[in-house]
């Protein structure tokens, strides 16, 4: 049986994912912070109140940084 992944992930499962903290998460993609990171994949808003990510996205961007970390050694 194929597993099937979520096409839309919530904070919850980002930090489950990922490992990364939410106030980490917040940091990065807050302009006004120094730890801003512009490549970090944007919100979805799916309603007033409720934002998510694309999987594909997130796990495109892991794969970017762990390309640069290991070509970089840092």
């Known amino acids: 049986m194929t597993k099937l992944?979520?096409?839309?992930i919530r904070a919850k499962q980002f930090r489950e994912?990922?490992?990364i903290p939410d106030s980490t998460r917040a940091d990065w993609e807050d302009p006004k912070s120094p730890r801003f990171d512009p490549?970090?994949?944007?919100?979805?808003k799916l309603g007033k109140?409720?934002?998510g990510y694309f999987y594909n996205d997130i796990i495109e961007w892991?794969?970017?940084r762990t390309v640069d970390?290991?070509?970089h050694g840092s």
């Open 5 to 8: 992944t979520p096409n839309i």
């Open 17 to 19: 994912l990922t490992g």
């Open 39 to 44: 490549t970090f994949p944007k919100k979805i």
């Open 49 to 51: 109140r409720c934002a």
């Open 62 to 64: 892991l794969a970017k």
């Open 69 to 71: 970390v290991m070509s």
